[in-house]
């Protein structure tokens, strides 16, 4: 025997030596994320991870019903009492609700929950605007503790639902000396209420509040789910495992049940990675595989015995946000002008992209409101790759080419300035290989597109901050009624909200004022065109596409619904199948 084979002998023995056996008899889903969650806090942190996470560890009052597409009371007993005015929405909680302590939930931690979310010292800019634009206040029933209305500021379309976006939070444990007692809705809502209201007190309570423990440390992440955190590896795992003598253990709700005893969200980042995990079945689900390596898996037997998988169509889009405001000196002023943003709307090979890097496994947007949706305007034409049309409007901007080096110039306050932009996007094999193709594009119309790719994290601060010249972006959709507020609202932009591109003026701000307050269907319908018509001709965004998305579930549980509504998938109704416990899978350490 040569020493080559006892070589290729011994390695073969030390990698199978290497690998264990993952018992999948176990009442345990292992769920696949992309990333880890910017953090759990339940109003600071802003992204998709945490919020698939919160679906199992927090509540709210209402939420949007997967499978009707309608809202359903959660925590009350009730979708709320309207007053004939339009102004008073009431609200009587479920009775037998307890946080882990034992403690009653009851209308005073709905009152703390809400003045959070809407306090100027919270750290949720980003969000703010969609509730302090229509929460006046609320109210508790003298006579019923679990009772209390919520005041409209005025007619609003959100305000009948506006208790599905605030996780509830228990009073009793962040506020057990009852500081925010102290303040008024009235107070909080004050425009300068830092001036007038803040006290050294309340201000060391909210950095208190706002620390980033509490949206890491798993003793910090409370709620009224069934599920709590009880371990983080930063960027490995999460898990969350089922309470004991959960309050809602005997509800037969899809959104109360707890069928599998743990949930472990496992951060894979490459997507062969993710290929490998389910090919070994070291997971259970997914909705973020890519699309060639699902299509891939499909075509084998033995993926689809262990795995039921589907492409789904959803309400989320990617876009690239152009910076109207820039600061003109660090940021250039690239895309100040309406004609260079049409531009870069006809030199984005989007159906290219859609076919090389999706395999057409995607859907084009033309403005910001799914084609899902009733109200979305289909008079707006999708913009064509068209080269030459874009050199003409680049051309009519003064962007030209001066010194015969291919790239366009023009004298910005004196100075002499090349069309090479940063375009930021958070980093990731797929997105690299779609900023090399927009890149590839723009040149050939005299524009450098300068890849800066970035974390999460750094990424969307310095979309807050408006620090970026271009960004490849995503937005998570769904089905209910968007409040156009947080996206495209001048004040948004000002408060260093999720306006990041500063789109937007008195007339914008009229039609979102106007789709709000609108309970017409006809005049809010009318209003949400308009602005879709005023997004689309502004171009603050060149609008690309929706992903389907990437599903896959692991037959050895039962209830595998999927649905379009996001996540598009019930982790926590996921019911284990009778095991023998001989069903074992290889799981290879990497």
């Known amino acids: 025997m040569s020493k080559k084979l006892l070589f290729l002998i011994l390695i073969s023995i030390i990698l199978t030596s290497c690998v264990k056996k993952r018992d999948l008899s176990k009442n345990t889903v292992i769920a696949h994320i992309l990333s880890q969650p910017d953090g759990l806090h339940p109003y600071n942190d802003n992204s998709v991870m945490r919020s698939f996470i919160f679906e199992y560890t927090q509540k709210t009052l209402t939420k949007l019903d997967l499978e009707s597409l309608e809202y359903t009371p959660i925590l009350t007993k009730n979708l709320a009492k309207i007053s004939e005015d339009g102004l008073r929405y009431t609200y009587e909680i479920r009775e037998g609700i307890t946080w882990d302590d034992g403690t009653p939930f009851t209308a005073e931690d709905v009152v703390f929950s809400t003045k959070i979310m809407l306090c100027p010292l919270t750290n949720n800019a980003q969000i703010r605007s969609n509730y302090s634009t229509v929460i006046k206040s609320v109210e508790i029933d003298k006579n019923n503790p679990l009772k209390f209305t919520m005041v409209a500021q005025g007619i609003n379309y959100t305000n009948k639902d506006i208790f599905s976006g605030i996780c509830m939070q228990q009073k009793t444990y962040w506020d057990p000396n009852g500081i925010l007692d102290e303040i008024s809705f009235e107070d909080i809502l004050l425009e300068d209420f830092k001036e007038k209201i803040e006290t050294e007190e309340l201000a060391e309570w909210f950095n208190k509040y706002n620390h980033a423990d509490n949206g890491y440390d798993p003793k910090n992440l409370k709620g009224l789910g069934p599920y709590q955190v009880v371990e983080w590896v930063t960027s490995q795992y999460i898990s969350i495992e089922k309470k004991e003598n959960w309050w809602g253990s005997n509800s037969e709700s899809l959104y109360d049940q707890a069928l599998p005893d743990k949930i472990i969200f496992r951060v894979i980042k490459e997507d062969a990675s993710t290929y490998l995990a389910l090919k070994n079945q070291e997971i259970d ?3 973020r595989i890519g699309t060639i390596k699902l299509m891939k898996l499909q075509e084998k037997e033995y993926f689809n015995e262990n795995y039921h998988s589907e492409f789904k169509d959803r309400y989320a889009y990617n ?15 690239f895309f100040v002008d309406q004609k260079v943003r049409r531009a870069m709307a006809y030199l984005t090979p989007v159906d290219e ?12 947007y033309a403005s910001q409101v799914s084609p899902l949706k009733s109200w979305y305007n289909d008079t707006l034409k999708l913009i064509p790759l068209d080269i030459e049309k874009a050199k003409e409007l680049l051309t009519e901007a003064g962007w030209v080419d001066t010194d015969g080096d291919n790239i366009r110039d023009k004298m910005i306050n004196g100075v002499k300035t090349p069309f090479k932009f940063r375009l930021s996007y958070m980093s990731s094999p797929l997105t690299t290989e779609i900023v090399l193709m927009i890149k590839e594009s723009m040149y050939k119309a005299g524009i450098v597109a300068d890849p800066t790719p970035m974390d999460f994290t750094l990424f969307y601060k310095n979309a807050m901050d408006h620090n970026f010249e271009a960004m490849l972006g995503g937005w998570g959709g769904s089905a209910s009624y968007s409040n156009p ?8 932009w000002v408060s260093k909200g999720s306006n990041f591109c500063g789109f937007g003026d008195a007339e914008s701000d009229a039609l979102i004022k106007l789709a709000n307050s609108s309970l017409d269907s006809t005049e809010h319908t009318q209003a949400l065109w308009k602005l879709q018509a005023r997004i689309y001709e502004d171009q603050p965004y060149v609008f690309l596409y929706s992903t389907k998305n990437k599903i896959a579930l692991h037959k050895r549980f039962d209830n595998l619904n999927t649905y379009f509504e996001r996540p598009g998938i019930a982790l926590n109704n996921l019911l284990l199948r009778n095991s023998s416990g001989s069903n074992m899978a290889p799981n290879i350490i990497e």
Do not use: C
Request: glycine share 8%.
């Open 285 to 287: 689900a997914t909705t």
């Open 319 to 333: 876009y690239i946000g152009l910076n109207m405001k820039p600061d003109g000196i660090k940021y250039k002023p």
């Open 353 to 364: 992209i859609i076919e090389v890097m999706t395999h057409g496994k995607a859907n084009r």
């Open 485 to 492: 507020m947080q996206l495209w609202h001048t004040s948004s």
